[in-house]
């Protein structure tokens, strides 16, 4: 009879129904997903989500924004890239991905050899969504992103297994 939480977008819509725009804020939470456990996926995982609104915003906003934080988290020389998705409550939505860390792009194990890894989704808010909060999509836009916390530790601490952070192995988390 109960249903935890998928996501943490929720806080989103209190939020913009709670208080007039413009709005910036960052979302984290621990969610469950029905995801089989692997070295880069796991059921349950701390996510970070980010939500802007405002008047003359554009997807350019939100490329920039990401690209300027994966550049803070993973070094100047990271590259961003967004695939065309599909996430229920943005439209455009997009794959966010980051070019490897380990192998500058050329291909390696860690990135099935693509040069690129996985970082989260993000997209455009859905007219829909600011109509079912009484806001007007005609006066305001903006986007929305999210990204798994233990993904990015991972990635920045060479972490070759997210399971390691669930298996409270003294020697791995000693180092944080």
């Known amino acids: 009879?109960?249903?935890?939480?998928?996501?943490?977008?929720?806080?989103?819509?209190?939020?913009m129904v709670a208080?007039?725009?413009?709005?910036?804020?960052?979302?984290?939470?621990?969610?469950?997903?029905?995801?089989?456990?692997?070295a880069t996926h796991?059921?349950?995982?701390?996510?970070?989500?980010?939500?802007c609104v405002d008047t003359n915003i554009t997807f350019s906003d939100l490329k920039g924004t990401?690209?300027?934080?994966?550049?803070a988290l993973f070094g100047s020389d990271v590259k961003t890239r967004f695939f065309p998705s599909f996430f229920p409550f943005t439209e455009p939505s997009a794959d966010?991905?980051?070019?490897?860390?380990?192998?500058?792009?050329?291909?390696c194990r860690k990135c099935k050899h693509s040069g690129w890894i996985?970082?989260?989704?993000?997209?455009?808010?859905d007219p829909d969504v600011f109509r079912n909060v009484e806001l007007d999509p005609a006066e305001w836009q903006g986007f929305a992103?999210?990204?798994?916390?233990?993904?990015?530790?991972?990635?920045?601490?060479g972490i070759p297994d997210l399971r390691?952070?669930?298996?409270?192995?003294?020697?791995?988390?000693?180092?944080f």
């Open 42 to 51: 796991s059921p349950i995982f701390h996510q970070v989500e980010g939500l």
């Open 118 to 125: 996985e970082m989260g989704g993000a997209g455009w808010v």
């Open 96 to 107: 966010v991905q980051i070019s490897c860390i380990f192998c500058g792009g050329k291909g």
């Open 66 to 71: 990401l690209d300027h934080a994966m550049k």
């Open 145 to 157: 992103f999210g990204f798994g916390i233990e993904r990015i530790a991972m990635l920045r601490h």
């Open 19 to 38: 208080q007039a725009p413009p709005i910036r804020i960052v979302i984290p939470g621990k969610v469950h997903r029905n995801d089989a456990a692997d």
């Open 1 to 15: 009879r109960l249903l935890m939480r998928t996501h943490t977008s929720p806080v989103q819509i209190r939020t």
């Open 164 to 175: 390691m952070f669930w298996e409270n192995d003294v020697r791995v988390l000693g180092q």
